[in-house]
């Protein structure tokens, strides 16, 4: 258990709707990133934030945003859900902003499915 | 963007064995690190490398980070059933923010 938390596991949508994914990063950690697994892409980092503010934007779609509250939790909300958005959604901590080595702990994701 | 080509992409081995795994890249990297994916679960960090030319173990895991900072090994000694899975590494880049970019993975698969 890596002390990463995401919820739901499991999310299942239509095509053109919007939905919310939930990470609470582990205790003392201020970094948040998202990132995306698909079998064509393999893993990709969509966005980091900091301590609440945006740090790093990676192949994020404009569709997508992205949020970290004052509790350091995070919310990924995806937008006009496409058929290609279904993936697998994991979110990552880690203590650090950015600088130096920072070892990045995950979740165990959220996998969404869009018929 | 920058890439990491991981090799192999698949192995088949027997219980036993030992496995090489490796990540090379056309940009230099800050730290490696190797995490292993069950199905339907989140990679699990196995090994973090912060210096050029470190050598870290961890249990029947060793990893390296190359000299020139391009590239990394994974090695797992007397391969057991648990080890099944996918085996990723990941760089991040000298400069900027904590983007880490993966490799494509080795999936390994076993044979009692």
């Known amino acids: 258990d890596s002390g990463v938390t995401q919820t739901p596991k499991h999310l299942i949508t239509a095509t053109g709707q919007r939905v919310t994914l939930r990470c609470s990063p582990r205790s003392g950690d201020l970094s948040v990133y998202w990132y995306q697994q698909s079998l064509d892409q393999g893993l990709q980092f969509l966005i980091q934030?900091?301590?609440?503010?945006?740090?790093a934007k990676g192949n994020i779609l404009e569709r997508f945003s992205a949020q970290q509250f004052p509790d350091l939790h995070s919310e990924l909300n995806l937008s006009s859900l496409e058929l290609g958005d279904s993936a697998l959604y994991f979110c990552a901590s880690s203590v650090k902003a950015g600088k130096g080595t920072d070892t990045q702990y995950f979740g165990p994701g959220t996998r969404l499915t869009v018929l | 963007g920058q890439q990491l080509n991981q090799s192999p992409q698949s192995m088949f081995i027997q219980e036993g064995e030992d496995v090489s795994m490796n990540c090379t890249s056309s940009s230099i990297f800050n730290t490696w690190l190797w995490y292993k994916q069950d199905p339907g679960e989140g990679p699990v960090l196995l090994i973090a490398?912060?210096?050029?030319?470190e050598l870290t173990s961890n249990g029947r895991l060793t990893a390296q980070f190359g000299i020139t900072r391009k590239d990394s090994f994974l090695n797992i000694s007397a391969s057991i059933p648990s080890d099944v899975g996918i085996y990723f590494c990941?760089?991040?880049?000298?400069?900027?923010?904590?983007?880490?970019?993966f490799g494509q993975g080795t999936r390994l698969t076993i044979n009692p």
């Open positions: 934030y900091y301590n609440g503010e945006e740090r």
């Open positions: 990941a760089g991040l880049p000298l400069q900027g923010a904590q983007k880490l970019v």
């Open positions: 490398l912060y210096k050029a030319g």
